[in-house]
């Protein structure tokens, strides 16, 4: 049935245009305007294209439509972007030096304390869905690119705390145990929900919502063809989409963290 939905779809509703520009612009300043970085050039580069490709991905592509169909289709999109995207972009990231002024220095010091940049996307992730924000967002377009916007970028801080700001390995693992230790009564709760907790996913209406604001305005189905795509069990997909988060974002965790602690070992050893 989601396939048969997305056929009715011109190429450039499936396929935002406007990200991929931004998405482009930013690989053309990371490799010509950036400085050229003397260590591991090639690696983040590469780094960095996967980075910028899952971030098109999670928000430019079908996969913003299909999260708006099922619970389960959704959690794709934090996953790529918390979990995928930012690690990526972040290890990526060319080393420059900014002189500004002791304020900002501050700031961006305060921001990336493992602590409190972990708070800060822990108060985006649950604050995004709490059911009454997360139905009023999915039906208003410019909210629903806030939050996701807060998740990227809080993710974006959380991982430059754990890969360059705490220098212990043993700590690294500690952070990202307590974050996603912070997350499982989230999950527990809509494991054990015995009803649809998000009504944008079951009221005809809300859903109807939902999808209507990523459309063009030429796009009219009847209501008809909306309650034909509501057959799916939101109990059940809510089920299937935290146990899908939840175990992918540990693996992937667990993969980066053992990546970031192998160079950093190999490192040591290079100098010793």
Excluded at 15 to 20: D, V
Excluded at 116 to 123: G, N, V
Excluded at 235 to 255: D, P
């Amino acid at each position: 049935m989601i396939e048969i939905f997305l056929n009715e779809f011109h190429f450039s509703t499936l396929w935002n245009a406007g990200i991929l520009l931004f998405c482009l612009l930013y690989i053309i300043g990371y490799f010509f305007i950036l400085p050229v970085s003397h260590s591991g050039g090639m690696k983040k580069g590469i780094l960095t294209i996967l980075g910028v490709t899952t971030l098109f991905l999670a928000v430019g592509s079908p996969i913003n439509i299909i999260a708006r169909l099922t619970f389960q289709g959704h959690m794709i999109q934090p996953m790529l972007l918390i979990v995928i995207s930012s690690p990526l972009l972040v290890a990526g990231w060319k080393p420059i030096k900014i002189n500004t002024i002791s304020f900002v220095h501050t700031c961006v010091d305060w921001l990336t304390k493992p602590w409190f940049s972990m708070l800060l996307l822990q108060i985006f992730f649950y604050g995004y869905h709490l059911p009454v924000v997360f139905d009023f967002a999915r039906i208003e377009l410019y909210w629903n690119h806030f939050f996701l916007l807060g998740l990227f970028s809080t993710s974006i801080l959380f991982w430059i705390s754990i890969l360059y700001k705490v220098k212990v390995s043993e700590k690294r693992w500690l952070y990202a145990g307590i974050h996603h230790l912070l997350l499982i009564p989230y999950f527990l709760f809509l494991y054990t929900a015995n009803e649809g907790v998000y009504r944008v996913y079951s009221d005809i209406t809300l859903f109807m919502s939902a999808i209507e604001v990523c459309l063009p305005v030429e796009i009219n189905f009847p209501e008809q063809f909306y309650a034909s795509l509501l057959p799916f069990d939101p109990v059940v997909h809510q089920q299937t989409g935290v146990v899908f988060f939840w175990i992918s974002s540990c693996l992937i965790y667990i993969i980066v963290l053992f990546c970031k602690q192998s160079v950093h070992e190999g490192t040591v050893l290079s100098h010793s």
